[in-house]
């Protein structure tokens, strides 16, 4: 490798899976009782969003109770020690960076949740994000404006997931991007690789199996992330 400063680091559910929460496309994971058309994308929120509602109120209450792994810990741990700039862009809707940044001390950690959050509810009358814990079930009003207009603040399908801008100028600064526990399936996340690789940066990907987009990549480790990711973190470290 060259010299490497700034690294930006795409996760995905692959992360998060040793930590029990259910990966996206698996065949008994998040969607096997409900059809992604019937709780991730606005119209069905429009058609049915007592349905949609609860699911959420659901993943809300789950991620609450899991914890970080080492693959968390371990990219928090390069965050904090890195010489340059690490930005972490996670497809994750779970807090498990967040917290696992909090658990070492990172006090801003470079994190970007461009699908949103689960702890998030946004009011779409005032345009305005929340921290939010309990369920949206009960249609509770918003803190800003009072009224109930609160929806989860996911980017469902068919909306433009968050922060894009700031994700390309990050990719334009890199000099390594890295791929962790993503299926390769899912754009815009799916063509960073390419972004990175057109602007000179070196491309790694972790995951658990070769992913739909291996193949774009200079170098590939497969392996649980909770496995790969920490040997990875300490080799840079070392290095």
């Given amino acids: 490798m060259g010299t490497i400063r700034n690294i930006v680091i795409l996760t995905g559910a692959g992360v998060s899976a040793e930590s029990g929460i259910d990966t996206f496309r698996d065949s008994g994971g998040l969607w096997e009782q409900h059809r992604v058309e019937d709780v991730a994308t606005p119209e069905a929120f429009a058609r049915d969003p007592d349905l949609v509602l609860r699911f959420y109120d659901m993943r809300r209450a789950a991620i609450q109770t899991k914890q970080p792994n ?65 369920p949206l079930i009960t249609r509770s009003a918003c803190p800003s404006c009072g009224s109930a207009a609160l929806r989860p603040d996911i980017v469902w399908f068919g909306e433009i997931p968050y922060r894009m801008d700031e994700i390309f100028e990050a990719l334009r600064e ?38 739909q987009g291996t193949a774009w990549f200079d170098e590939a480790r497969h392996g649980p992330a909770t496995e790969v990711v920490p040997a990875w973190v300490e080799e840079m470290l070392g290095a």
């Fill in 70 to 134: 080492a693959a968390h810990l371990a990219l928090a741990k390069l965050q904090a020690q890195w010489p340059g700039r690490v930005t972490l862009v996670t497809q994750n809707v779970d807090d498990l960076h967040d917290r696992a940044a909090a658990a070492l001390g990172v006090a801003a950690p470079d994190l970007i949740h461009m699908h949103g959050e689960h702890l998030n509810a946004w009011c779409t009358a005032c345009d305005t994000r929340s921290r939010w814990a309990g």
């Fill in 174 to 211: 890199a000099d390594l991007f890295v791929s962790i526990g993503t299926s390769g399936v899912v754009y815009p996340a799916a063509g960073f690789v390419r972004n990175a690789r057109d602007l000179g940066a070196e491309t790694l990907e972790l995951n658990l199996e070769p992913s």
